[in-house]
């Protein structure tokens, strides 16, 4: 699956509405084992959540943005299919959660092609759920570490750190995700399945209690002028690094 909303491949409202509802007819084709996620444009694996979703919108807006994005990770965390991702381009925030909710990380390697959640430094706070994903990668110190600083990772750093499993020359990411899909299609579906939902389970079901409070959790913060002031300015400093 390539993912192709441009200029950045943003996760806007209809883009994850889009994935979700490919995802589930990929999942209901009993021909579909895997599934490779990777950019229709090298350069960019996703700039994450769309800032335009969260900007001077209304707060039924920011709920039903937020409801999408849930939905979107329950469905991709618990997919049926392996799902290796092929990340060929920056991958922050959001574009970075994407990522760790799949089975395998192969990174091109490239200086440009950092990887991270970087919340921190848009003066937003990663939600506990993507924080949650990111300790079941990396652990808990490195983490904290990670998330404080909004660290974005260059491919030799992420892999050491283990939020990629590969860093692999740009021209053998296609074909290396072809080979670890093969690795991994080799396994009996029923057992790897049962095995998947048993390790993310937990992970699973923390949001599931807590989908309504995370949701007004986030349109009151997203709400705020403070915040709405902090994106603003972060969206008009990726302009002017443009001009
Ligand atoms: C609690 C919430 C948790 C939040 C989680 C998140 O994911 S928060 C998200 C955290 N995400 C980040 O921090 C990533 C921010 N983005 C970047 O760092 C870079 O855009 C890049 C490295 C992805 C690509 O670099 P590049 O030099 O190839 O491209 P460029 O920089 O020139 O941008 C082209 C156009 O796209 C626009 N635009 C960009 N991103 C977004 C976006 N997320 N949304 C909407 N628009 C976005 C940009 O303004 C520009 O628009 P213009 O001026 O044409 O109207």
Known sequence: ?????????????????????????????????????????????????????????????????????????????????????????????????????????????????????????????APFWFKDTMVNTIGHRASERALQLGLLFPPAEALQVGLVDQVVPEDKLQSTALSVMAQWLAIPDHARQLTKTMMRKPTVDHLVKQRDADIQNFVSFVSRDSIQKSLQMYLQKLRQKKS
Request: charged share 20%; net charge negative; proline share 5%.
């Open 1 to 125: 699956m390539k993912l192709k909303n441009p200029p950045v491949n943003s996760l806007s409202l209809e883009m994850l509405t889009e994935l979700v509802i490919n995802l589930e007819k990929l999942e209901n084709d009993k021909a579909v084992r895997g599934l490779v996620l990777t950019s229709e444009y090298p350069g960019i694996f996703s700039a994450g959540l769309d800032l335009m979703e969260m900007c001077g919108r209304n707060p039924a807006h920011y709920a039903e943005y937020w409801k999408a994005l849930q939905e979107f990770w329950l469905k991709l965390y618990q997919s049926s299919l392996v799902v290796v991702a092929a990340i060929n381009g920056a991958s922050p925030a959001g574009g970075c959660l994407m990522s760790l909710i799949c089975d395998y990380r192969i990174l091109a390697d490239n200086p440009k092609y950092t990887i991270g959640l970087n919340e921190t430094l848009l003066g937003i706070v």
